[in-house]
């Protein structure tokens, strides 16, 4: 007993010899400097953060929050830039902490959900957008963020029903018009994106890019003449325009004004010799017109450029399985069967985020089934298939 007594004052001894940390408290005035302070090396971060310099970001965001601990926006700005750098759990820790600094600032919910959203973490993303939104229905980016989890669940009538409130709410807000379009266009819906476009251009009929939008969808509309002239418009503006080129090249080639097709995807090739885009515009052109060599050529100067050119794997597919269904036509059988496995070969290289994937698995469905009645065929002639 006598032990533990002795341990128990030792301890206590320690203890009370032991210095004490003490917070300093700090004057009203004292705290606006420091807050001061720490807005100006925010600043510094956030420059740093635009030029995508995101380490020096983070050394300015933090030593902002040596200033000041409780600086809600700066605990958004780290998780931002952890969210540029790949580390969703370190972006998620920050998100939290600007949460329990003011769970009533909905830029929070905003930050958290999403990041929850480009994780596929639907159910979280949007419990978090609800919740900003029952907080302030005034932030458009949470109404955006649901929009696409409704995009990703199908849910086309609560996505309609968002975007058509937000236009009419933010009509000055061009990218929600792009939203949308890009949302009808994935749908296949042309018509009401060319609506929509129409109503926007009366306010906004300088504006090149919107212009271009509703080019784009004239051409999905089969509406040629109309879409040439909107990039004609761009072109008045921007002779040099790379891109607008190639759409006119394409508006030319689908009216089989070839010789004007070919003109104008040369003009883009003479303009931009290092961009692969052209030679996958000759590559399409020279397919198109049955000279596949010529576009496989193309495809390969294309691929030189950018060798995982997702586009380029298309038309070497599609090249192939055209020149399979001639020697199929023609009866050369074998020869057939190999170039449309060939043809599979290239379309497998297309990534499943691409947006040609479901083009090129309708294709390598479709052309299992004719190489299996093509094998059976050869079979009963005697012909055997090597793998």
Same mark, same amino acid.
């Given at each position: 007993?006598?032990?533990? *007594? ?38 510094? =971060? ?32 780290? =998780? ?46 949007? *419990?978090?957008?609800?919740? =900003? ?30 975007? *058509? ?70 072109? *008045? ?23 004007? %097709? ?32 010529? %576009? ?5 100067? %294309? ?85």
């Amino acid at each position: 007993m006598k032990k533990i *007594s002795n341990v128990l004052f030792i301890l206590f001894f320690i203890l009370s010899c032991a210095p004490t940390t003490t917070v300093k408290k700090y004057t009203e005035e004292e705290l606006l400097e420091r807050r001061k302070e720490a807005e100006k090396y925010y600043s510094i =971060g956030a420059e740093y953060y635009k030029q995508s310099e995101w380490e020096k970001a983070l050394e300015n965001f933090n030593t902002a929050l040596s200033y000041d601990s409780n600086y809600y926006e700066v605990y958004i700005a780290i =998780g931002n830039t952890y969210r540029k750098l790949r580390d969703a759990s370190k972006a998620e820790e920050y998100y939290l902490k600007a949460l329990k600094i003011d769970n009533k600032n909905s830029k929070g919910y905003e930050a958290l959900g999403d990041l929850y959203l480009s994780l596929n973490n639907l159910n979280k993303a949007e *419990s978090l957008y609800m919740k =900003g939104i029952n907080l302030d229905t005034t932030n458009v980016e949470l109404y955006l963020g649901l929009a696409e989890i409704y995009i990703k669940t199908n849910q086309d009538r609560k996505a309609d029903s968002l975007y *058509s409130l937000l236009i009419t709410r933010c009509p000055e807000r061009l990218d929600i018009f792009y939203k949308y379009g890009e949302f009808l266009t994935r749908r296949k819906r042309f018509k009401e994106a060319k609506s929509m476009f129409e109503k926007c251009l009366i306010r906004y009929s300088e504006e090149l890019s919107l212009r271009e939008k509703y080019g784009d969808i004239l051409f999905e509309l089969n509406e040629y003449d109309k879409a040439i002239n909107e990039y004609n418009y761009i072109l *008045s503006k921007n002779p040099n325009n790379v891109a607008i080129i190639l759409k006119i090249g394409d508006v030319y080639l689908k009216q089989k004004k070839y010789k004007n %097709a070919l003109e104008m995807f040369n003009r883009a090739l003479n303009l931009s010799p290092n961009d692969p885009m052209p030679h996958i515009h000759l590559a399409d052109y020279y397919q198109q017109t049955g000279n596949y060599s010529k %576009a496989e050529e193309e495809l390969r100067k %294309a691929l030189a450029i950018s060798p995982n050119l997702d586009v380029a794997f298309v038309i070497a597919g599609d090249i192939k399985r055209r020149r399979a269904e001639e020697a199929q036509k023609n009866k050369q059988l074998k020869d057939a069967y190999y170039l449309y496995k060939e043809a599979i070969n290239n379309y497998n290289k297309v990534k499943e985020d691409s947006p040609y994937f479901e083009y090129t698995r309708n294709e390598i469905k479709r052309i299992k089934i004719i190489m299996d009645k093509i094998k059976e065929e050869l079979w009963f002639q005697g012909i055997k298939i090597e793998e």
